[in-house]
């Protein structure tokens, strides 16, 4: 099992829907992150969060909207996606929030479907 | 900028058969280097790592990996395989910035 929750596990919405993505991390890591991963494909970084600010943002379209209420939560807020956007959203997260040099905890993912 | 190329996108292997899977990387600076492993359905879970110190690392299941600096490698090797690493193999290196992904290699396993 792995340290990193997120919830849901699945989840199907329309284009005009508004939801939200859950990560959840209780190991006192300073940096999470979001990641797009398509089937096959390796992880691509979304958003990165250090010591809950946001410190990257991969050009990642407005329609995602990601939050950082508190050192062991992380949100992604979804509106008026578009079906390319179907996939598995991995959380992440690391020990260091500054260097991102440690290895990364991942989450099991929540696996989007745009009707 | 750091990248990392894997060339072993698919590979299929009989059991108890040895297993190397190729991992090259360009960076310039203090490199950390990761290997993780992805079963079907399952989330991303690291195998092994190497920041530093003696350059052959073990990590879980069997695996292991050398670090040779002058060919700015990390193959991740397992001497018998089993139907079970059946799996999905991530090179990924990391320094100063954010861990850069390879493409990732396909392994399957026949019984």
């Known amino acids: 099992d792995t340290e990193v929750t997120q919830t849901p596990k699945h989840l199907v919405m329309g284009m005009t829907n508004k939801k939200s993505l859950k990560c959840e991390q209780h190991m006192g890591h300073r940096a999470m992150y979001w990641y797009k991963q398509k089937a096959k494909k390796p992880p691509e970084l979304m958003f990165v969060?250090?010591?809950?600010?946001?410190?990257i943002n991969e050009s990642v379209p407005s329609r995602f909207s990601p939050e950082c209420p508190n050192s062991s939560l992380l949100n992604l807020h979804l509106h008026a996606l578009q079906p390319e956007d179907s996939a598995l959203y991995l959380c992440?997260?690391?020990?260091?929030?500054?260097?991102?040099?440690?290895?990364?905890?991942f989450g099991d993912g929540t696996r989007l479907s745009i009707l | 900028a750091q990248s990392v190329s894997q060339h072993n996108h698919h590979v299929i292997l009989s059991e108890a058969a040895s297993l190397e899977l190729g991992c090259n990387y360009s960076?310039?600076?203090?490199?950390?280097l990761f290997w993780y492993v992805q079963y079907p359905g399952q989330h991303l879970q690291l195998l092994l790592k190497y920041f530093s110190g003696d350059p052959l690392v073990k990590g879980i299941k069997g695996f292991e990996a050398e670090f040779i600096k002058s060919k700015f490698s990390f193959n991740l090797r397992k001497p018998s395989v089993q139907w079970s690493d059946t799996a999905e193999y991530f090179c990924a290196v990391g320094g100063s910035y954010i861990p850069t992904f390879g493409r990732g290699t396909s392994l399957i396993v026949h019984p």
């Open positions: 992440a997260s690391s020990q260091d929030g500054g260097a991102h040099n440690q290895p990364q905890h």
């Open positions: 960076y310039g600076g203090t490199v950390n």
């Open positions: 969060y250090s010591y809950e600010k946001l410190s």
